[in-house]
């Protein structure tokens, strides 16, 4: 049994969209919706390749739980205790948006006319992989841009899991029928990692009112 191409391309375009609402959105209850929504994506890309590879809808569960439930449970509770507004970042809105916008574009041109150079297998060919490999480096620039640009310390969260599951489409997209695949992907969750950020955002909230990564500076024993 094949999987669904189409149904394919389409989730994984998606996925452009919402990174770019979770980077964008200076209301950090919004950037999170738009992070659960690509959350949602990602699991639904699982499920479409796991009729080639049943081994993905173990992936497809452990993502379901780890990025569209517990990861979102986190952040909602760190930005209920922080607040919901974002620290000023450092580029305005508009000029971020046309800056992020240029990103995708440049990444996701350049990531298709080359993905057989970034990924030199016979699957990079097909044009189903190309668009995903494309997305994924996409994702991957959208989440490091708003890592970068951003001074508020959970929207930094939210671009590390951006960046995150940027990693994961590239890794199902290049070895969908593998079963190793599913293993890798459920090792390299990081959703651990978010929750001990989070608590440390929580104390630095704590310590000077703020979750301006700028302050951290001031951090000193």
């Given amino acids: 049994m094949t999987y669904n191409v189409q149904l394919i391309s389409t989730l994984s375009m998606l996925m452009v969209i919402t990174s770019f609402a979770a980077v964008e959105a200076r209301n950090l209850r919004y950037a999170t919706a738009a992070y659960v929504a690509q959350a949602l994506l990602i699991c639904s890309l699982l499920l479409a390749y796991s009729v080639a590879n049943h081994a993905l809808i173990l992936w497809a569960v452990t993502a379901l739980i780890t990025k569209a439930m517990l990861t979102p449970m986190f952040l909602w509770g760190a930005i209920k205790y922080t607040g919901d507004q974002e620290t000023r970042p450092i580029i305005g809105f508009g000029p971020s948006v046309v800056v992020a916008i240029v990103v995708m574009v440049l990444f996701y041109n350049l990531t298709h006319r080359h993905a057989s150079f970034l990924a030199p297998t016979p699957a990079a060919e097909q044009e189903v992989i190309r668009t995903n490999l494309s997305v994924a480096f996409t994702v991957f620039a959208i989440g490091l841009y708003g890592i970068l640009t951003r001074r508020d310390a959970i929207k930094t969260v ?57 302050k951290l500076s001031e951090l000193h024993w």
């Fill in 158 to 214: 939210i671009g590390l899991c951006l960046l995150e599951n940027g990693v994961h489409l590239s890794l199902v997209s290049l070895a969908p029928m593998m079963k190793e695949t599913a293993l890798a992907g459920i090792a390299t969750e990081v959703v651990i990692t978010v929750y001990l950020l989070l608590y440390i955002i929580s104390r630095v909230q704590e310590e000077f009112g703020s979750t301006d990564t700028f």
